[in-house]
């Protein structure tokens, strides 16, 4: 019988499945995921992390709680860095160690280091250090490290064509109903713009109204280093690099007619970045700024009014061209 590992279907999932599940595999371990996230993952979630914590983690706990009985490994990388000089949020750094001391009854966690700050060689090691795990076998290892970069790849230039993450790792379509007469860029974290249930589908119910959605992901990657690279001073968040590069790009295009951001209520880099974000927005361009603050008391009611009344305005003013705010 097949190694079971399981990986919790949050956080960074929306960004490395492909290379994760691939990797695994070609080991011959069979890759366990946790369900869709529903209301009783993350009420587990909220039970059993810290109460400090970020609506995604408290949710990557839920996630924990609902694979943890039926693997035999638990997939927690710990994450330090995934770009050269630069760092990601702590929280991922030290997820495997709240993972262990926030559950009992764990299987063995799978909490191998990547930190690319220096080198993008250390990739190797991690993965290497994963593949000891489950094969003796070196040239295995390797064969199941360059596979794993492959299909990686292929997923990113997917992704590039237009198509969102979540189609392609879960297979699953986002309708749109063909007449888009609207182009709105949904800007947040992988996890919480396509996390359906986190996100009350923010993204298919833009979609089914007509409106082309714009996530960061489909911009351009060299684009979006560019001009997060003009601002005056280096941003060594990855996160909030990607996430303030896009809002730049994205004012330099003439077809965009309004910007929602999504952020988690207790993030660091969220509240910093989103305010960053809101001035320039203010400053460089007469573009509508919505943004949705997520937690988990969220109820799907106001959401639905304010998503409604922010197109509402939008279309209106688009109309009536006039002196309305764009701020409401
Ligand atoms: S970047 Fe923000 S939302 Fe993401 S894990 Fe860190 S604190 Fe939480």
Redesign the pocket.
Known sequence: MAIKVGIPRA?LYYEYYPMWRTFLEELKVEVVLSDKTTKPILNDGVRHCVDE?????KLFHGHVMNIKDKVDYLFVPRLKSVAKSEY?????CGLPEMVKYSMSDLPPIIDSEVNLRKSKSQLYQSFYRVGKLFSNNTYEIKKAYHNALKKQAEFINQVRQGKYPIEIIENQKIYANGKENLCIALIG?V??IYDQYISMDILSKLCQQGIKVITPELLNEEMIEYKANCLPKKMF?S??KRLMGSILHLLDMDNIDGIIYI??F?????AFVSDLCERKIRREKNLPFFLLTLDEHSGEAGVNTRLEAFIDMIRWRNRNESNISVHG
């Open positions: 956080l914590a970020c609506l995604p983690v990601i949020c702590p929280k991922f974290h996890y919480n968040w996160f909030g952020m988690s207790g993030c660091g880099i969220d």
